[in-house]
């Protein structure tokens, strides 16, 4: 059966004269693909013959609520989808003066095994594919009817693990006849999987590359995070000015600040002296309490910001939202397996 949602507008175009359909059938599909729809009975302009021949030959992606939270402090709303494998993920949409942003994930689970995340605890199961990426955005915004105009690849998973699929769910997301979102209002998370980075600065998209530093020395980023170990900080340093040499665009660089391990001044001072010459600017993060990390939120953050800024870095702490409904990454996930864990057990 095939994946119809996860094809370009160029590849159903070439399935409909496969099926002895005019070429302008393509773009009706994509279209009514790109609403929302559930069924093939749904996109009402084509034949019946052609519903039926697509019923027997594709199936549409609809994934279904298995949890939904909605902050009484900031209107966040949480989701847990649930995939046709019995898979689950989280996105998460958040409401700003300047529009709406929606954080998907991008794979089932995550293999990096950053210390202080939820998201890496059970590992990585599978990959999303495009249409799973594109669902999260398509139905976030039908279920909560609150149009949707920034995406950040910032939920579980490693977007450069999975990159063929990104790069495909971003070429669907961003075209004229679908959701029409432009590059640049996509932001791309990584921990800082080189060859993902060189490739991206290879495409020059007009995207927004978020890199997870967490750490500006090897030794306290190898400890919190594995991915040190493969592709290194000053490595992960020459790849970010080499991105900004080849596309001009400035990085975002993301720090959840840990009390006692990454929030002294030397770092930040470190910070400052490999960022010279490049513009970057530095997203502090109050880290999320994780009841299985040992890591805990810096009480100086605020201090820390203050250090960056006198070498002239433009820092900022981020804005916590969705404070009371687990809106940090995997943590709705983590409690949705723990529930079913637990209800296995006691039968």
């Given at each position: ?41 749904e ?108 995406i ?53 998209l ?39 040499r ?12 840990i ?13 400052a002296?490999?960022l ?72």
């Amino acid at each position: 059966m095939i994946d119809l949602k996860s094809m370009t507008l160029q590849e159903i175009t070439d399935l409909m004269k496969s099926m002895g359909e005019p070429t302008f059938r393509g773009k009706q599909v994509f279209t009514w693909l790109h609403k929302g729809v559930r069924s093939f009975d749904e996109m009402t302009n084509l034949s019946k013959s052609l519903r039926d021949k697509l019923n027997d030959a594709c199936f549409i992606t609809v994934p279904q609520v298995a949890r939904k939270q909605v902050s009484k402090l900031d209107g966040t709303i949480k989701y847990l989808w649930e995939l046709a494998d019995g898979n689950c993920i989280e996105t998460v949409l958040m409401q700003y003066h300047h529009g709406n942003t929606v954080c998907i994930s991008s794979q089932v689970g995550c293999r990096m095994g950053c210390a202080f995340c939820a998201s890496t605890i059970a590992g990585k199961v599978r990959d999303l594919t495009p249409s799973e990426m594109l669902d999260q955005v398509l139905f976030t915004q039908l279920d909560s009817g609150l149009q949707i105009s920034n995406i950040v690849l910032m939920g579980i998973g490693e977007p450069m693990d999975n990159l063929n699929t990104v790069l495909k769910f971003l070429e669907l997301v961003n075209h004229p006849d679908g959701l029409n979102i432009g590059m640049r209002h996509i932001s791309l998370s990584t921990c800082g999987v080189i060859p993902g980075i060189q490739r991206l600065a290879d495409l020059g998209l007009q995207l927004t590359l978020s890199v997870s530093l967490h750490a500006p020395d090897s030794e306290t980023r190898s400890r919190i995070m594995p991915v040190n170990r493969a592709y290194d900080v000053e490595t992960l340093f020459d790849a970010c000015h080499e991105y900004f040499r080849k596309t001009g665009r400035r990085i975002s660089f993301e720090y959840a600040v840990i009390d006692g391990v990454n929030d002294h001044d030397w770092q930040a001072d470190l910070i400052a002296k490999k960022l010279r010459g490049m513009p970057g600017h530095v997203n502090l993060i109050p880290l999320n309490d994780v009841v299985e990390s040992p890591f805990k939120p810096s009480k100086r953050i605020a201090a820390f910001q203050k250090r960056l800024e006198s070498h002239g870095v433009t820092a900022t702490i981020r804005r916590s939202l969705g404070g009371d409904i687990d809106a940090s990454c995997g943590q709705l996930r983590r409690k949705a397996m723990e529930d079913a864990k637990k209800g296995a057990n006691a039968q």
